[in-house]
């Protein structure tokens, strides 16, 4: 398998992974609503960072940060980003769509909640390591 | 205008007459071919006493110079959009025994794009050709002269990161961490045996090699810029007791320097070019004739 097609389904693959095996345990989501409250803030956090992430990165003009997009990365680390920000997006929708529902008794809730979660997660990380590595890069002369 | 001798090195039977009267016959637009960005086609050849003689032009459409002088200001060019600059530049090829003589435009066109181009330049026929430079013969002869080979130095220049990381598939953060880990640019590889000597085999593969490398240099987006090679040398003796010699192997080439006068355009003119090759391509009969 390709470095490159690895890092990319990575997310994916976690996600779906920890979702099957919630699935197959049958969880079950905690009766009262303080989770999905705290996951609500936590994405938000989430989205922010990506925000502020996708500003510092349109703001690198490093010579070996231009070298990474004209050796064609740059749209494999606009749509990593795009791909974690929807995730949080998807997972702050998700738990409002909890207050609604009652996720206990829901079948579909949990397993989704676990999918969006560690998607947003994975991707997460993802983003992070590019980030940093940009930086480094961008503060490297050569 | 320097002009060096190369020998094109076909791989079974070609049919190179055919294929360039093929190329000739088509439209220019058709005849372009993309490389490392930058389009490069065959202009115009002609077969005259039995040699060709072929023009390739390299294009050059995003920016380019302008027209000045010692007491005129800099001024643009008149262009059509979809024009830009072209720079073209001169090979000699004679059929009869396979040896060329191309002219070294350092923006535009060199060997190993032009062989580039003849292998593969009709779809429907490809075959590969390369053109590899000859060895002056005096050169050749210090080099089997030299029987106890002692040091090999060769510096390489190397590429950071290109289009080929993202078309092998290589991840982001692999690139990211490949560009942050070696700063290294150039890179000097020695080889030496100390009190013993190198073994021979590996010294004339090496040669072999390094005859087909073209001079690296550095700073220019023309299309030729992939090779890395940037010096090769190789020190050794004749015998135990004589004196050891350094033999460069990239500058021992069969070159030639010729004077052209500028035409309109302060532009080479064709004829002269072509001429010049002809004039280099006939003293250097002791090469190609057998």
């Given at each position: 398998?390709r470095?490159?097609?690895?890092?990319?389904?990575?997310?994916?693959?976690?996600?779906?992974?920890?979702?099957?095996?919630i699935?197959?345990?049958?969880l079950?989501?905690?009766?009262?609503?303080?989770?999905?409250?705290?996951?609500?803030?936590?994405?938000?956090?989430?989205?922010?960072?990506?925000?502020?992430?996708?500003?510092?990165?349109?703001?690198?003009?490093?010579r070996?940060?231009?070298?990474?997009y004209a050796?064609g990365?740059a749209?494999?680390?606009?749509?990593?980003?795009?791909?974690?920000?929807?995730?949080?997006?998807?997972?702050?929708?998700?738990?409002?769509?909890?207050y609604?529902?009652?996720?206990?008794?829901?079948?579909?809730?949990?397993?989704?909640?676990?999918?969006?979660?560690?998607?947003?997660?994975a991707?997460f990380?993802?983003?992070?390591?590019?980030?940093?590595?940009?930086?480094?890069?961008?503060?490297?002369?050569? | 205008?320097?002009?060096?001798l190369?020998?094109?090195?076909?791989?079974?039977?070609?049919?190179?007459?055919?294929?360039?009267?093929?190329?000739l016959?088509?439209?220019?637009?058709?005849?372009?071919?993309?490389?490392?960005?930058?389009?490069?086609?065959?202009?115009?050849a002609?077969?005259?006493?039995?040699?060709?003689?072929?023009?390739?032009?390299?294009?050059?459409?995003?920016h380019?110079?302008?027209?000045?002088?010692?007491?005129?200001?800099?001024?643009?060019f008149?262009?059509e959009?979809?024009?830009g600059?072209?720079?073209?530049?001169?090979?000699?090829w004679?059929?009869?025994?396979?040896?060329?003589?191309?002219?070294?435009?350092?923006?535009?066109?060199?060997?190993r794009?032009?062989?580039?181009?003849l292998?593969?330049?009709?779809p429907d026929?490809?075959?590969?050709?390369?053109?590899q430079?000859?060895?002056?013969?005096?050169f050749?002869?210090?080099?089997?002269?030299?029987?106890?080979?002692?040091?090999?130095?060769?510096?390489?220049?190397?590429?950071l990161?290109?289009?080929?990381?993202?078309?092998?598939?290589?991840?982001?953060?692999g690139?990211?961490?490949?560009l942050?880990?070696?700063g290294?640019?150039?890179?000097?590889?020695?080889?030496?045996?100390?009190?013993?000597?190198?073994?021979?085999?590996?010294?004339?593969?090496?040669?072999?090699?390094?005859?087909?490398?073209?001079?690296?240099?550095?700073?220019?987006?023309?299309?030729?810029t992939?090779?890395?090679?940037?010096s090769?040398?190789?020190?050794?003796?004749?015998?135990e007791?004589?004196?050891?010699?350094?033999l460069?192997?990239?500058?021992?080439?069969?070159?030639?320097?010729e004077?052209?006068?500028?035409g309109?355009?302060?532009?080479?003119?064709?004829?002269?070019?072509?001429?010049?090759?002809?004039?280099?391509?006939?003293?250097?009969?002791?090469?190609?004739?057998?």
């Amino acid at each position: 398998m390709r470095p490159l097609f690895r890092e990319q389904i990575l997310p994916g693959g976690v996600a779906c992974s920890v979702t099957a095996f919630i699935w197959w345990g049958g969880l079950t989501f905690p009766e009262d609503n303080d989770i999905l409250s705290a996951s609500i803030s936590v994405a938000a956090i989430f989205a922010g960072f990506l925000t502020t992430a996708m500003s510092i990165i349109a703001g690198l003009t490093g010579r070996l940060v231009h070298r990474l997009y004209a050796a064609g990365y740059a749209g494999k680390i606009v749509w990593y980003m795009a791909e974690a920000a929807l995730f949080s997006l998807l997972f702050c929708v998700h738990c409002f769509i909890g207050y609604f529902v009652k996720p206990a008794e829901t079948p579909w809730f949990t397993p989704l909640w676990f999918l969006f979660a560690f998607w947003m997660l994975a991707s997460f990380v993802r983003v992070t390591i590019i980030l940093i590595l940009m930086i480094l890069l961008n503060a490297k002369k050569a | 205008m320097k002009i060096d001798l190369y020998k094109l090195e076909p791989v079974g039977n070609h049919d190179l007459d055919g294929k360039i009267r093929r190329v000739l016959d088509m439209p220019l637009e058709e005849r372009n071919r993309q490389r490392q960005k930058v389009y490069y086609r065959i202009e115009t050849a002609q077969k005259i006493r039995h040699r060709w003689l072929i023009d390739f032009v390299q294009l050059r459409l995003d920016h380019g110079p302008g027209r000045a002088g010692l007491s005129s200001p800099m001024t643009n060019f008149e262009m059509e959009a979809g024009e830009g600059f072209g720079e073209d530049v001169g090979l000699l090829w004679d059929p009869r025994n396979d040896y060329c003589a191309v002219q070294y435009n350092h923006h535009s066109v060199r060997a190993r794009a032009m062989a580039e181009y003849l292998s593969t330049v009709l779809p429907d026929q490809p075959h590969l050709m390369t053109l590899q430079p000859v060895l002056d013969r005096a050169f050749a002869a210090r080099l089997r002269q030299k029987t106890i080979y002692k040091k090999l130095e060769v510096t390489v220049s190397v590429p950071l990161l290109d289009h080929n990381d993202y078309a092998q598939g290589n991840s982001v953060i692999g690139a990211a961490r490949a560009l942050l880990g070696s700063g290294v640019q150039t890179m000097h590889l020695t080889i030496s045996a100390g009190r013993r000597e190198l073994h021979r085999g590996m010294i004339s593969n090496f040669v072999d090699w390094a005859r087909g490398q073209e001079e690296a240099d550095a700073g220019d987006g023309a299309a030729n810029t992939r090779s890395a090679l940037s010096s090769a040398k190789l020190t050794g003796k004749d015998d135990e007791d004589s004196a050891s010699e350094v033999l460069d192997l990239l500058s021992q080439r069969v070159t030639t320097h010729e004077s052209v006068r500028t035409g309109a355009g302060v532009r080479f003119t064709r004829d002269d070019r072509w001429n010049a090759l002809e004039r280099a391509f006939d003293r250097w009969h002791s090469y190609w004739r057998q």
